[in-house]
């Protein structure tokens, strides 16, 4: 096994490739992930396990890691060994919860493979959260990746399961199929005619939950919108994963159009807003996150209108990773006040918009 | 009659839950009314957490409780890990795979708030497959009788029966193993 400072520098220079930009509906549809919630039978839950018990859990997973196939490319980080840096980086990465960073209790990790597609927290609140991440919106192919792997893993212990309540969770919140399927939206139109509340509004009251786009607790940014399920126990896989992507289906179809009416009616004022936000994310010298977050959500939406034909989708989803604060100071290589983030960010931004 | 919440104003809306197939009602004032669907339907951006929302039920529990006269006279315990009914009232997390067990008796009414549902319809481990799919269907099949029985299907229903006692008599077999 890879050491540490090998496996993050491999991942700094790396990108997941649900930041395409590709796959099917990708001038509204980001990506789509699925996460499924498993834990060990005889093992207590692990906020409520002891040391040992956590040791177990993260032996397991190494070894999981080690002896099957399908984790040939796999790396196994311990955070323990981490660095609040580098486990904020795992965060800004999508590989991460901002609990499992965050948490206290040893023995956590992370494994993931060399496209970022599937990534495993390992001792968060359950003892294993896996989780699948495509670009576009391909939820029925993600399950079916997802539950292969699953069943891999199941191989090698017995998971917490009962007749009536399904796979026992930490959380009731997460008990049944242990699933929670999202999708992540870019939903600049919805937003630019205050569209969105009247939509979360309505998927709420049918069971969907809307997230920002560090998932659970955070803020939104960019217009981007993570759709999720509720309900885990009582459906089975396949139904969730159907219902949210109608749900989804009918929320990029207002997003498309809207659009279109916005084409028809305001190209102009569109055009203007695009070529300034270029404007301007090509020659800042200085740039916070929160501003740069939002123009490069304008240049996204010009780019998915056709508005502008570069920088490309892929291009721009990956910058609004690497512009995030310990994502730049792992690039950077050292701390940095906010100040010297934003002078870096402002840098990082000419560099790959204007090459 | 008046609100089961404030216990000020008169009832205005009388909401039926079917818990274990038991009907319980529980009467509400317009405010109060107003303030519960609030709460538990409507979300506000970008602050949700789901967290929030189990904390929210698990209030309503608790007022649940309260105003049935449920009294929970001693405290439970989970045998496993010890958790406590009331630590899991705080936190929202349970500790162990037995909590489910021995806490079940609260724990279904609030699945059934959280999910619509109580019961497992999805995925089963390929270890338990067998096992899990026969209980499955012992349940569609006896459900399936019952039926048939109302439908006065005597000599169809004769058919399913047979076939319910063998599936159950497969798996006390494997138990006993
Ligand atoms: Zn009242
Ligand atoms: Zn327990």
């Known amino acids: 096994?890879?050491?540490?400072?090998?496996?993050?520098?491999?991942?700094?220079?790396?990108?997941?490739?649900?930041?395409?930009?590709?796959?099917?509906?990708?001038?509204?549809?980001?990506?789509?992930?699925?996460?499924?919630?498993?834990?060990?039978?005889?093992?207590?839950?692990?906020?409520?396990?002891?040391?040992?018990?956590?040791?177990?859990?993260?032996?397991?997973?190494?070894?999981?890691?080690?002896?099957?196939?399908?984790?040939?490319?796999?790396?196994?980080?311990?955070?323990?060994?981490?660095?609040?840096?580098?486990?904020?980086?795992?965060?800004?990465?999508?590989?991460?919860?901002?609990?499992?960073?965050?948490?206290?209790?040893?023995?956590?990790?992370?494994?993931?493979?060399?496209?970022?597609?599937?990534?495993?927290m390992v001792n968060e609140e359950d003892h294993f959260r896996i989780q699948y991440l495509l670009p576009g919106l391909q939820l029925n192919n993600i399950w079916k990746l997802i539950n292969k792997i699953d069943d891999k893993i199941e191989k090698k212990t017995t998971y917490a399961f009962s007749e009536k309540e399904g796979y026992l969770t930490s959380c009731p919140t997460n008990v049944g199929t242990g699933m929670r399927a999202s999708v992540m939206l870019h939903l600049p139109a919805l937003a630019m005619i205050n569209g969105i509340n009247d939509i979360l509004k309505a998927i709420s009251k049918i069971g969907y939950v809307v997230r920002g786009f560090y998932g659970e607790g955070t803020e939104v940014m960019g217009n981007l919108f993570q759709v999720s399920n509720q309900i885990t126990l009582g459906l089975s896989e396949e139904e969730i994963i159907d219902n949210l992507e109608k749900v989804n289906q009918q929320i990029i179809s207002k997003e498309q159009k809207v659009r279109k009416d916005l084409l028809a009616n305001s190209k102009s004022q569109l055009e203007d807003q695009v070529w300034r936000a270029y404007g301007i994310l090509s020659s800042a010298r200085i740039i916070s996150s929160t501003e740069a977050m939002e123009l490069l959500s304008k240049l996204k939406f010009g780019v998915e209108l056709e508005i502008i034909t570069y920088p490309d989708l892929g291009t721009l989803n990956k910058l609004m990773l690497l512009i995030q604060p310990a994502y730049l100071q792992m690039l950077a290589g050292k701390d940095l006040d906010p100040f010297n983030r934003d002078l870096q960010r402002a840098a990082l931004i000419r560099n790959k918009i204007s090459g | 009659m008046l609100c089961q919440i404030c216990k000020k104003k008169e009832v205005a809306i009388t909401l039926t839950k079917i818990v274990e197939e038991q009907k319980t009602e529980i009467h509400l004032c317009k405010d109060c009314a107003a303030a519960f669907s609030d709460k538990f339907s409507i979300f506000p951006l970008p602050q949700f957490d789901i967290n929030d929302l189990l904390a929210d039920l698990l209030n309503a529990i608790d007022l649940y409780h309260k105003e049935e006269g449920i009294v929970l006279d001693k405290e439970i315990e989970c045998s496993n890990c010890h958790l406590t009914y009331n630590d899991f009232r705080k936190s929202g997390k349970l500790g162990c795979s037995v909590c489910y067990q021995d806490f079940r008796d609260q724990l279904t009414p609030l699945l059934r708030r959280l999910h619509g549902n109580s019961e497992h319809l999805g995925k089963i481990p390929q270890q338990s497959k067998g096992k899990f799919n026969k209980i499955r269907k012992i349940k569609q099949l006896k459900k399936e009788l019952q039926e048939l029985i109302l439908k006065e299907e005597y000599e169809q229903a004769a058919n399913t029966r047979d076939e319910i006692l063998k599936l159950e008599g497969v798996l006390k077999k494997k138990n006993e193993k």
């Open chain 1, 1 to 120: 096994m890879k050491n540490k400072s090998i496996i993050l520098k491999n991942l700094k220079e790396s990108s997941a490739e649900w930041t395409s930009g590709q796959g099917p509906l990708s001038d509204i549809v980001i990506s789509s992930r699925i996460r499924l919630a498993r834990n060990v039978e005889g093992i207590p839950f692990s906020p409520r396990a002891e040391q040992a018990e956590l040791k177990n859990v993260f032996e397991l997973s190494r070894q999981i890691v080690e002896e099957d196939s399908l984790f040939r490319d796999s790396n196994l980080l311990l955070l323990d060994e981490l660095s609040p840096l580098e486990s904020q980086f795992l965060v800004d990465k999508h590989l991460i919860s901002i609990y499992h960073a965050r948490e206290k209790h040893p023995y956590r990790g992370c494994v993931f493979n060399q496209r970022e597609t599937l990534s495993i």
